[in-house]
């Protein structure tokens, strides 16, 4: 599947870490419609789309057929660590396997949200299990 479960759900589970929270739920379902047209017999979206039709908007947005693929943007984010980071995101798609995507997510240099960028990896590294040992 293309677009993770956990992508979806995240749209529709956690409203107040994004500043449009509808512009973005809206995006990940043109984006889901996307990949069910591609993959219209994958029984993992059929099932996502059975968990996701109690959500709220999710039927109306399905029902309206937008359809969309990743590219460039920005999102504005709310998080307890980073602070209001506002950042930009590419996305790139392999021309060997065009299924495939990185999303890349960035903070202008020098910025408030850059800044904000550091503080989350700094907390993450200081809550980090150890890497078990390598055994050669």
Do not use: N
């Not at 509808?22 to 996502?48: I, K, S």
């Not at 109690?54 to 709310?78: C, I, L, N, S, Y």
């Not at 202008?108 to 890497?131: K, T, Y």
């Amino acid at each position: 599947m293309c677009v993770p479960p956990s992508t979806i759900t995240s749209c529709f589970g956690q409203r107040a870490r994004y500043d449009d929270w509808a512009g973005g739920a809206r995006d990940c379902v043109a984006y889901l419609r996307m990949h069910t047209a591609h993959h219209p017999d994958d029984p993992r979206l059929r099932g996502l789309l059975a968990r996701m039709a109690p959500h709220g908007d999710f039927p109306r947005w399905w029902q309206a057929r937008e359809v969309a693929v990743q590219g460039t943007g920005h999102k504005v984010f709310h998080h307890p660590v980073a602070g209001t980071p506002v950042l930009d995101r590419d996305t790139l798609t392999s021309s060997t396997a065009p299924g495939q995507h990185i999303v890349v997510w960035t903070a202008q240099p020098g910025s408030p949200s850059a800044r904000g960028l550091r503080r989350l990896a700094a907390d993450a590294s200081a809550h980090a299990s150890p890497a078990p040992a390598a055994h050669g």
